[in-house]
């Protein structure tokens, strides 16, 4: 099933708690050494894949390998290649920062340098501080710290950065920019968009517990989403103009002008978020409309209408 250089591979996934339909028929696939962003809104159902490929979640039906593994039956050296940054911040303990790393090297076959781990995150001047005293940006710093120290052939980093400030922001993206450098596929999940642009190769939308887009991060939405959009106020009114040809556009408004300033002239490319954006409303506007037209059937069939 899995193509030959795929990290991760996953056919028509799905998952239902209870009555939650929380994932159907989602399929993708990660080339090792790719960096994967899946995005999507609050309960899109992100968590429940990656929980699924990490093996800390049952499948209802579908298929996946992760690393070669079907993560639902994946044993110590398994997951001793993964390295995982679960969303919420679990380490609170009464153990150093230098010590619990330490702690955790030993649990893996190859792991990083503590001291080098250390300073990747940032965290050299409070390595003898007990970790419950660090602040909740310091502590999202040893989750990742813990994610990495395995020297992981695969890592899933879920909302690695929240929490954090802008410095540590850019300081993280320097590390995942090398760890990518050295081969290691990285699934990330993330609400910062620019986050995604930065640093993934490709990444799949999420919507409703489905895929809605896949493709690389640079073409995903295809060509019409990423039409540049020319705006401008002209006698005192706010205009637009999506085109292909902004320059054309921007030369004409110029001369339209006598060759003067044009007001608040800018062209904007429409970035990641703004694709996104669009994408994820397109499908709750089709998801309303379906629902819609699935309550007026109802109202339509004998003894179908609730009033
Ligand atoms: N343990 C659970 N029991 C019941 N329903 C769950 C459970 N975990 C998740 N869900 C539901 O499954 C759906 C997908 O949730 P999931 O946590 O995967 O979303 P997400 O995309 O990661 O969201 P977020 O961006 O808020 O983290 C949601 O409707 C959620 O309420």
Do not use: C
């Amino acid at each position: 099933m899995t193509p030959p250089d795929s990290a991760v591979s996953v056919r028509d996934l799905r998952k239902t708690y209870g009555s939650v339909d929380a994932l159907h028929d989602v399929s993708f696939d990660i080339a090792r050494g790719e960096t994967f962003a899946l995005l999507g809104p609050n309960g899109a159902g992100k968590s429940t894949t990656i929980e699924i490929l990490e093996g800390y979640r049952d499948r209802t039906g579908g298929a996946a390998e992760v690393l070669g593994v079907d993560p639902g039956r994946g044993g110590t050296d398994w997951k001793a290649r993964l390295g995982i940054v679960l969303q919420s911040t679990g380490e609170s303990g009464s153990a150093t920062v230098r010590e619990q790393l330490t702690h955790f090297a030993g649990f893996y076959p190859n792991p990083r340098n503590v001291d080098e781990v250390i300073e990747a995150v940032g965290l050299q001047e409070k390595q003898k501080t007990l970790i419950r005293k660090l602040s909740g940006g310091q502590r999202r710093r040893i989750d990742v710290a813990l994610g990495i120290i395995g020297n992981p052939e695969l890592l899933f980093l879920d909302e690695p950065t929240t929490g954090f400030d802008p410095e540590a922001r850019r300081q993280f993206w320097q590390l995942i920019l090398a760890l990518k450098d050295e081969g290691t596929t990285i699934l990330l999940t993330t609400h910062y968009l620019d986050e995604a642009a930065r640093l993934s190769d490709r990444a799949g939308i999420i919507a409703g517990g489905s895929l809605i887009e896949v493709g690389a991060i640079d073409e995903i939405g295809g060509a019409e989403a990423r039409t540049p959009v020319v705006r401008w106020i002209e006698d005192g009114v706010a205009r637009s103009e999506r085109t292909t040809e902004p320059s054309r556009l921007v030369a004409e408004l110029v001369d339209r002008h006598g060759g003067a300033e044009v007001p608040q002239l800018e062209v904007v490319r429409p970035s990641l978020e703004d694709v996104y954006l669009e994408l994820v409303e397109r499908f709750d506007s089709s998801a309303r409309d379906a629902a819609s037209l699935h309550a007026a059937a109802l109202d339509t069939t004998p003894n179908g209408g609730v009033r």
